[in-house]
């Protein structure tokens, strides 16, 4: 099993920034890639980035690119999420994700392909 705990989320204003940070534990030499995620009132939960842990590879949703940026510490097993210039469309319950992708899929952006979350972090931008 693997835990995950986000932390970092709060209000900011558009335009701002903020850093996600997600803390994993357990057997987290068994997963290959960290993601994100993210969940509006009202909307399905939608990715937003990936990160693999050997290589550091990434990749990102159209509607994060050039804003947001994933990084991983293998040492401290976390990985973040530095948000830049935030929107308002960026409001949502943010979702860490682990997966052991067994068939190393590249990226790893399907939501079903995930075998572990965190319990969400709420980040609010205000207009």
């Known amino acids: 099993q693997v835990q995950l705990v986000e932390s970092g989320g709060g209000l900011v204003q558009a335009g701002g920034s903020l850093r996600l940070s997600c803390a994993a534990a357990?057997?987290?030499?068994?997963?290959?890639?960290m993601g994100w995620f993210r969940q509006a009132p009202g909307k399905e939960r939608e990715f937003v980035a990936v990160?693999?842990?050997?290589?550091?590879?990434?990749y990102y949703a159209d509607s994060v690119k050039g804003r947001f940026t994933i990084s991983r510490d293998n040492a401290k097993n976390t990985v973040s999420l530095q948000m830049n210039s935030l929107k308002s469309e960026d409001t949502a319950v943010y979702y860490c994700a682990a997966a052991r992708n067994l068939n190393g899929y590249w990226p790893v952006a399907l939501e079903g392909l995930y075998d572990y979350w965190g319990q969400g972090t709420q980040v609010t931008v205000s207009s």
């Open positions: 357990g057997r987290t030499f068994s997963t290959n890639v």
């Open positions: 990160i693999r842990w050997t290589d550091g590879d990434t």
